[in-house]
């Protein structure tokens, strides 16, 4: 067609010809950015769809913790109820050490042979290791199931950069902020899952008789229910467009393409080959703006994560011990409405706070806030039904929005901290060290807690050094937020 005429008139046809002639035939990722190239728009079906599976790697995490405090004291591993704490920590810890220990195992691979079948197999492994911590009943298969159950899912990575490989860059952090409202979300629906449905033959007696299966094993209702929900995500990510280019530019037809494919991706994104040769020259751990905002993120998903081991062990055990001699009812009831408000946070607060304070200033602001607010828990024992649920919430649902400010903010840092050909091990590296201090903290939080409930009537009570720890870790975190710890992106210095 383009063979005569006049210059214009041959321009015309090739420039219509331009999307077929810019992509390589069979390659998945050159699919996904023709499709970026042709349209604008936001890619919702998509974006749900990441929304759903980091749901899935949330779930098994977060719906534990009603129910942990009493499956340990039913294993009858700890002498003392004291010692409850401390096992529980080691349970929370041994998910985030497998974790931990793989992260970039699994970056490794999704960058050889593709985003989809890391995918596939953490829902398959969240599927078996999820079942098999339900019909736990010792604590040593407790401790293996969750190990290989952070082990084997390599989910949080990955999917975090495919959030961005799948839209244009004006929305990529809509896609970044699916992780959070994930999470969000698994703050509602796992502790719900989990404080309703443990122990079902004491709660619902009518549905679940005594010597049924589920009395036999009575955590295995919440863990089912959410491996049911993993089968039905994992068949439908047979529909699941896999993002990574596996051409290899070697002909000579395809160099002669070169100009197109970088024509074309400069309206999306930067070209795959650009990005390959920045990845392999540049050294991450020389790159400071971007470890210095993990640095951060770590610290806020230690302090995170310390917490959500220590708030319900603290409200279920007794008020003798300085606890709020709640139920898992209670205190599932109390993180359902804390992630409830995170979603609405996310959505429609978090946003406008970071357009005018920026990342940085939000962090810093939430950091001495929080830090504060930790230190008014302890006295919260002397309140009294319905006074105490009311406070309660409110403070769960401020520390919540909190940590989940710098969480955001440190993601949005280290994501412009490095060109889009980066970012796929750049989040390999940040969840892999963030798993270590995930890891850390429930096991430290649980020893931190046995030690306070054993030195009530010490100088300072066990339960007030309890959040004075966690308020010491806020504090870190606040301080980290200046110089010259915290080196800042260059679209980020006026913040």
Same mark, same amino acid.
């Given at each position: *067609?383009?063979?005569?005429?006049?210059?214009?008139?041959?321009?015309?046809?090739?420039?219509?010809?331009?999307?077929?002639?810019?992509?390589?035939?069979?390659?998945?990722?050159?699919?996904?950015?023709?499709?970026?190239?042709?349209?604008?728009?936001?890619?919702?079906?998509?974006? +749900? @769809?990441?929304?759903?599976?980091?749901?899935?790697?949330? $779930?098994?995490?977060?719906?534990?913790?009603?129910?942990?405090?009493? *499956?340990?004291?039913? *294993?009858?591993?700890?002498?003392?109820?004291?010692?409850?704490?401390?096992?529980?920590?080691?349970?929370?810890?041994?998910?985030?050490?497998?974790?931990?220990?793989?992260?970039? +195992?699994?970056?490794?691979?999704?960058?050889?042979?593709?985003?989809?079948?890391?995918?596939?197999?953490?829902?398959?492994?969240?599927?078996? +290791?999820?079942?098999?911590?339900?019909?736990?009943?010792?604590?040593? !298969?407790?401790?293996?199931?969750?190990?290989?159950?952070?082990?084997?899912?390599?989910?949080?990575?990955?999917?975090?950069?495919?959030?961005?490989?799948?839209?244009?860059?004006?929305?990529?952090?809509?896609?970044?902020?699916?992780?959070?409202?994930?999470?969000? !979300?698994?703050?509602?629906?796992?502790?719900?899952?989990?404080?309703?449905?443990?122990?079902?033959?004491?709660?619902?007696?009518?549905?679940?008789?005594?010597?049924?299966?589920?009395?036999?094993?009575?955590?295995?209702?919440?863990?089912?229910?959410?491996?049911?929900?993993?089968?039905?995500?994992?068949?439908?990510?047979?529909?699941?467009?896999?993002?990574?280019?596996?051409?290899?530019?070697?002909?000579?037809?395809?160099?002669?393409?070169?100009?197109?494919?970088? @024509?074309?991706?400069?309206?999306?994104?930067?070209?795959?080959?650009?990005?390959?040769?920045?990845?392999?020259?540049?050294?991450?751990?020389?790159?400071?703006?971007?470890?210095?905002?993990?640095?951060?993120?770590?610290?806020?998903?230690?302090?995170?994560?310390?917490?959500?081991?220590?708030?319900?062990?603290?409200?279920?055990?007794?008020?003798?011990?300085?606890?709020?001699? $709640?139920?898992?009812?209670?205190?599932?009831?109390?993180?359902?409405?804390?992630?409830?408000?995170?979603?609405?946070? %996310?959505?429609?607060?978090?946003? @406008?706070?970071?357009?005018?304070?920026?990342?940085?200033?939000?962090?810093?602001?939430?950091?001495?806030?929080? *830090?504060?607010?930790?230190?008014?828990?302890?006295?919260?024992?002397?309140?009294?039904?319905?006074?105490?649920?009311?406070?309660?919430?409110?403070?769960?649902?401020?520390?919540?929005?909190?940590?989940?400010?710098?969480?955001?903010?440190?993601?949005?840092?280290?994501?412009?901290?490095?060109?889009?050909?980066?970012?796929?091990?750049?989040?390999?590296?940040?969840?892999?060290?963030?798993?270590?201090?995930?890891?850390?903290?429930?096991?430290?939080?649980?020893?931190?807690?046995?030690?306070? %409930?054993?030195?009530?009537?010490?100088?300072?009570?066990?339960?007030? !050094?309890?959040?004075?720890?966690?308020?010491?870790?806020?504090?870190?975190?606040?301080?980290?937020?200046?110089?010259?710890?915290?080196?800042?992106?260059? %679209?980020?210095?006026?913040?």
């Amino acid at each position: *067609m383009a063979s005569g005429g006049d210059g214009e008139s041959a321009a015309a046809p090739l420039l219509e010809k331009e999307p077929a002639a810019a992509y390589y035939d069979g390659c998945p990722g050159g699919a996904v950015d023709r499709r970026k190239a042709e349209s604008t728009g936001i890619p919702y079906k998509l974006f +749900f @769809h990441i929304w759903i599976i980091n749901l899935v790697s949330c $779930l098994p995490i977060l719906s534990i913790y009603p129910f942990l405090y009493f *499956m340990i004291r039913d *294993m009858h591993i700890a002498k003392k109820v004291e010692d409850i704490g401390f096992y529980a920590g080691l349970v929370g810890a041994s998910f985030m050490l497998g974790r931990a220990l793989t992260s970039i +195992f699994w970056g490794f691979v999704a960058d050889r042979i593709g985003r989809k079948p890391v995918i596939l197999f953490g829902i398959v492994s969240a599927f078996v +290791f999820n079942t098999l911590f339900g019909l736990s009943m010792h604590f040593w !298969m407790a401790l293996a199931t969750r190990f290989l159950l952070g082990s084997l899912n390599g989910l949080l990575g990955p999917m975090r950069a495919y959030a961005v490989e799948v839209c244009r860059p004006e929305h990529q952090a809509i896609g970044l902020s699916l992780v959070s409202t994930s999470w969000a !979300m698994g703050l509602v629906i796992g502790p719900a899952i989990g404080g309703y449905l443990a122990q079902p033959t004491e709660k619902y007696p009518m549905l679940f008789p005594a010597n049924s299966f589920f009395g036999r094993f009575p955590y295995f209702l919440p863990c089912l229910c959410i491996s049911v929900f993993c089968f039905a995500i994992l068949l439908s990510c047979i529909w699941l467009p896999e993002t990574l280019h596996t051409h290899k530019p070697d002909r000579k037809e395809d160099q002669e393409n070169q100009p197109i494919i970088k @024509h074309l991706a400069a309206d999306s994104e930067e070209s795959v080959e650009k990005n390959i040769s920045s990845a392999t020259t540049k050294d991450l751990f020389k790159n400071w703006p971007l470890m210095s905002s993990i640095i951060l993120y770590c610290i806020v998903c230690f302090d995170d994560m310390a917490y959500s081991e220590i708030f319900p062990l603290w409200a279920e055990s007794d008020r003798s011990y300085g606890g709020l001699s $709640l139920s898992s009812e209670d205190v599932g009831q109390v993180l359902a409405i804390t992630g409830a408000s995170i979603l609405l946070y %996310q959505t429609f607060i978090y946003p @406008h706070k970071v357009k005018v304070l920026g990342p940085i200033n939000a962090s810093r602001v939430t950091s001495i806030f929080s *830090m504060l607010l930790l230190l008014t828990f302890p006295f919260m024992t002397h309140l009294s039904r319905p006074w105490l649920l009311i406070v309660l919430n409110i403070s769960s649902v401020l520390k919540a929005n909190f940590a989940v400010t710098v969480v955001t903010s440190s993601v949005i840092l280290q994501n412009n901290s490095v060109p889009q050909g980066q970012r796929g091990i750049a989040n390999g590296l940040a969840n892999t060290l963030m798993s270590f201090s995930k890891a850390v903290a429930p096991a430290g939080a649980g020893i931190v807690f046995s030690w306070a %409930q054993k030195h009530q009537y010490s100088f300072i009570p066990g339960d007030q !050094m309890v959040f004075l720890f966690l308020g010491t870790v806020a504090i870190i975190e606040f301080i980290w937020t200046f110089k010259p710890f915290l080196a800042v992106p260059d %679209q980020f210095r006026s913040t």
